[in-house]
């Protein structure tokens, strides 16, 4: 590696910003606050197993969801024509340009006890139902803020589907559930791996959604980060040692989902 | 009967995705505090809005911030990207292995990574971390849109460009910049967009004095709740929406151009 | 004649030497002016008088009488405040912590002594609060407001004799109607005093009793908030919340049907008072600061605008008659004599609650625990038997050619 490469700035920033930082996550995760080797920390973290299985299950949930709802809207954009195409993608865009807490903020209106949805219900005499400050109010925020992320990489692989593939199947026989399941759904798999990778890591890392929408009761492993190092319980160790736990869950989950796609090197990115 | 079927469809996850922000913008509109009920028409919510010095400051930081972060990210990751290039096999591997992290890295962990650095070194949160954390969660990002395009490129076209006579640096930026610039720019939008829009990286790294957008929308959400908020997406909407729009009917002309270029070669 | 003259001569030098003595004020303000100078102030939310609804903003007067900027953040527990402190890289200049944050604050010396030359106006805190417990020798605060805590209750769901006891909270007819405190003191606090503990037990046992009533209480929460208690109880969502005095004065302008409880088995009584941060860059600007909050006027209508009881005796003289008489802004002695107010626990009991109220707030009241463990296993299966089925496949092609 010559000092002459230009990539050489860049490289030097990558060590001290990125693997630097990592480092010290790792030791803060096993020292205590005198700087001794402990791992008292990470087994601490167990205590809270069943934060870390709720996250991941509302992530998995939330990501499901997304996939269904996403799957045939991205394949109709796909096929429609170029400048509706255009259009549409760039309705499907907007919401992901607004800021995050201010859709989240928004759904808050929508989902209180006099909130606009319960008021709709109440027209038609339905009772008010309890909708925020449940779990399921957190994986709709979790929905709501991260599917544009699983359309377009489904979309953006969908195109490169030749409409005549699809053709030519029907030619020779297929009906529709066939086209769809030998035919659309394995040429996609690359866009769904990716979709899945784009929603489910910040899904199972928010804290802002679970805060805001889930009442500050139903606690996800970023919210009980986030009370590590600038909330209640200032213990930086501890937080450490949960986002070592959270990477390693997130490389497991990584890992298998790669085993599902061995074809592809490199994700695709929008 | 197919086509009814998915349009219905797609107009209830249009619905879903826009009515909150629909909502929002009706009641920024509302005379009173409530957020449910709507009592008279004003715009006075707008008008305390320009008065609001935190959030007024809070957009410039972030537009500061952005604005440096994805200039210099688009740099230094251009620059990456060719060195990368470059690199044989197992250095290329490794070092695009770690470009992944701060990607594929939940945003709260390296939040907090980058914390825990900055005080480990010593230095005070404020504009300077900031605009460290943005540039180091974006640089990867323009080096992925870059990547691709240098390979895309035929790399004979700068050897043919130094067989003529250039020397290696005005070939570089004769040939090769115009070949990755769609990537590059690419690069930089996705850069400038993820710096606007940060909100966990920012909430960690942020001082007193240099309080982004978002994370002044965070606070106002955590307190007595005024319809500013609401105005305040207002106005986000419709600007994200005029640039969306102005983009695509730059997109528009540039393919009517091209269309009818092709058409002149045909004739 | 001797006295007439007495008199004018003392009159005249009682007006000549007034404008003398508010001169010298002024001066004081004045001595920073085109510096460029800029403090960091850290104060809970909703807790100084901001230019809202036609009140005074204080800290847009305080730049323009002194010159000085003010970068006005807020917390939202003194939990947090603590955090944000420790972890260093933000440089406060004045924080208001509560009574017995600060008393952790100087026991870890992370708080500057003040210098009262630059505080004239400290003069005119009552008696009552100076030299408090938290700080014996008053060398590091000047306090602020002080308040009870109680329950805000929306009359037309809950009946006045029920809401006179903590249990209250703790009844299942009002499933998820009931607000929570968000930060562990106050929440425990609660749960101590509905078991007849001191708020500053270091007993484990009582702690632990008091922890599993929390938890006991999560399925009837609805939330567990601090300011986003203001709309929540404005727009009817909750029936019953514990929160302080002052803030349910002002939801009551918004809401008419709210009132509020002392709850007989005691509550808490707290001081905010006003303080510099070790390292603050810009002290004698912050003492200027914190004595221009104690100036009659601003403190008068800090406390009108936020409701809660100032320290401030002239502050005080010139509140309406109502504001002085209402039992909610400054509760009889009887009711004072029943509030406790908190302490600083030592370091193990300290260390003790933190942890108990991460798992309340973390223990969910929704089970899905076995759901993914067979999740997991189930794909790790079925990348396994892909990847097998894969190989089998392959082998299978090759062989045929």
Redesign the interface.
């Known amino acids: 590696m010559k000092a002459k490469s230009p990539a050489f700035p860049y490289l030097v920033w990558m060590a001290v910003f990125i693997i630097v930082p990592l480092g010290l996550v790792v030791y803060f995760a096993v020292t205590t606050e005198t700087g001794e080797f402990t791992l008292d920390n990470i087994t601490h973290v167990s205590q809270y197993v069943s934060v870390i299985i709720s996250s991941i299950w509302l992530a998995a949930l939330a990501t499901v969801i997304c996939l269904v709802v996403s799957y045939p809207i991205s394949f109709v954009i796909s096929r429609a024509g170029f400048s509706r195409q255009k259009t549409m993608l760039m309705l499907v865009m907007l919401p992901m340009w607004m800021n995050f807490l201010l859709r989240t903020y928004a759904w808050m209106t929508l989902l209180e006890n006099n909130g606009l949805i319960n008021k709709f219900f109440g027209l038609f005499g339905i009772g008010p139902f309890d909708m925020i400050n449940t779990q399921g109010a957190v994986v709709l925020g979790m929905v709501y803020n991260y599917l544009p992320f699983m359309i377009l990489p489904l979309y953006s692989v969908m195109t490169k589907i030749d409409g005549k593939v699809i053709e030519a199947a029907q030619d020779l026989g297929a009906n529709t559930f066939h086209v769809f399941s030998k035919v659309v759904l394995p040429l996609s798999v690359p866009g769904i791996s990716t979709g899945i990778t784009m929603v489910f890591v910040p899904a199972v890392s928010t804290f802002i959604i679970s805060r805001m929408l889930g009442g500050g009761g139903n606690l996800l492993i970023g919210d009980l980060i986030e009370l590590q190092f600038l909330g209640g319980s200032y213990n930086p160790h501890l937080g450490a040692a949960m986002s070592l736990v959270l990477m390693v869950i997130i490389l497991l989950c990584m890992s298998i989902m790669n085993s599902f796609d061995s074809e592809q090197e490199e994700a695709m990115i929008l | 009967m197919k086509k009814a079927a998915?349009r219905i469809?797609?107009l209830l996850?249009?619905l879903?995705?826009?009515?909150?922000?629909i909502?929002?913008m009706v009641?920024s509109f509302n005379e009173s505090?409530?957020?449910?009920v709507f009592t008279g028409f004003t715009l006075d919510w707008y008008y305390k809005l320009f008065q609001n010095d935190?959030i007024i400051s809070a957009l410039g930081n972030t537009m500061l911030v952005a604005v440096i972060a994805s200039i210099a990210s688009t740099v230094?990751?251009t620059?990456?990207?060719?060195?990368?290039f470059?690199?044989n096999k197992r250095?290329r591997s490794f070092?695009?292995n770690?470009?992944?992290?701060?990607?594929?890295?939940?945003?709260?962990?390296?939040g907090?990574?980058?914390?825990?650095?900055?005080?480990?070194i010593?230095l005070?949160?404020?504009l300077t971390t900031l605009v460290?954390a943005h540039?180091?969660f974006c640089?990867p990002?323009v080096?992925?849109n870059v990547m691709p395009k240098l390979r895309q490129m035929n790399i004979s076209l700068y050897e043919a460009a130094q067989d003529l006579g250039c020397s290696p640096v005005r070939a570089f930026f004769k040939v090769v910049i115009p070949e990755i610039m769609p990537g590059i720019i690419t690069g930089f939008l996705?850069a400038f967009?993820y710096s606007l829009?940060d909100?966990?990286v920012s909430?960690?790294t942020t001082?007193?004095?240099s309080?982004t957008?978002?994370i002044a929308?965070?606070?106002m959400?955590?307190?007595?709740?005024s319809p500013q908020?609401n105005a305040?997406?207002t106005l986000?909407?419709i600007a994200?929406?005029l640039i969306?729009?102005l983009m695509?009917i730059r997109?528009?002309r540039a393919?009517k151009r091209a269309s009818q270029n092709k058409k002149g070669d045909s004739l | 004649m001797k006295k007439l003259l007495s008199c004018i001569l003392t009159g005249v030098l009682a007006f000549g030497i007034l404008p003398i003595f508010s001169y010298a004020a002024e001066a004081d303000y004045s001595r920073f002016e085109g510096q460029g100078i800029s403090l960091n102030v850290y104060n809970w939310g909703e807790y100084i008088s901001n230019g809202e609804d036609d009140s005074l903003d204080v800290n847009a007067e305080f730049e323009e009488r002194t010159g000085i900027k003010v970068n006005y953040t807020n917390f939202a527990s003194n939990e947090e405040l603590y955090a944000k402190l420790k972890s260093g890289g933000t440089s406060y200049d004045v924080i208001i912590p509560s009574d017995y944050m600060i008393a952790k604050l100087i026991a870890e010396d992370m708080l500057e002594k003040l210098n009262f030359e630059n505080i004239p106006n400290f003069e005119y805190i009552d008696e009552r609060f100076k030299n408090p417990e938290y700080d014996p020798a008053n060398e590091y605060s000047v306090p602020y407001m002080w308040g009870v805590v109680g329950i805000i209750y929306n009359t037309s769901l809950v009946d006045e004799e029920e809401a006179q006891s903590w249990d209250i909270l703790w009844d299942s007819r009002y499933i998820k109607d009931i607000l929570m405190f968000s930060n562990s003191r106050d929440a425990f606090g609660i749960a101590l005093k509905r078991l007849g503990y001191s708020f500053n037990t270091t007993d484990p046992e009582q702690l632990n009793e008091a922890a599993d009533s929390l938890k006991e209480q999560k399925a009837l929460v609805q939330a567990y908030v601090m300011d986003e208690i203001f709309d929540k109880m404005t727009g009817g969502e909750a029936a019953l919340a514990p929160y302080y005095a002052g803030d349910f004065l002002t939801m009551s302008e918004d809401n008419p049907d709210l009132a509020f409880a002392i709850p007989k088995e005691g509550t808490n009584r707290f001081v905010d008072a006003v303080c510099i941060p070790k390292g603050s860059k810009q002290k004698e600007a912050a003492e200027t600061y914190i004595n221009f909050l104690c100036e009659t006027e601003i403190a008068l209508a800090n406390c009108e605008y936020i409701g809660y009881s100032t320290p401030h005796a002239m502050a005080y003289e010139k509140l309406d008659e109502e504001t002085r008489n209402n039992l909610v802004a400054y509760p009889g002695d009887e009711v004072l004599a029943n509030t406790e107010t908190f302490v600083n626990l030592p370091d193990e009991a300290s260390e003790l609650v933190k942890n108990l109220w991460t798992q309340v707030i973390s223990t969910n009241t929704g089970d899905n625990k076995w759901a993914v463990p067979v999740l997991l296993l189930l794909a790790i299966a079925a990348s396994v038997a892909i990847n097998l089925w894969r190989r089998h496949k392959k082998k299978r092609d090759e062989a045929l050619y």
């Open positions: 998915s469809y797609m996850v249009f879903f995705l826009y009515a909150p922000i909502v929002m009641f505090k409530s957020r449910t935190v230094i990751g620059a990456a990207a060719i060195g990368i470059a690199m250095l070092v695009l770690v470009t992944y992290i701060p990607i594929l890295n939940p945003e709260i962990v390296t907090v990574s980058l914390m825990l650095l900055f005080g480990f010593g005070n949160l404020g460290l540039i180091t640089v990002y080096i992925l996705m967009t829009d909100f966990v909430y960690f001082g007193a004095t309080q957008l978002p929308i965070y606070s959400t955590r307190r007595k709740v908020i305040l997406s986000i909407f994200v929406l969306l729009l695509n997109d528009a393919y």
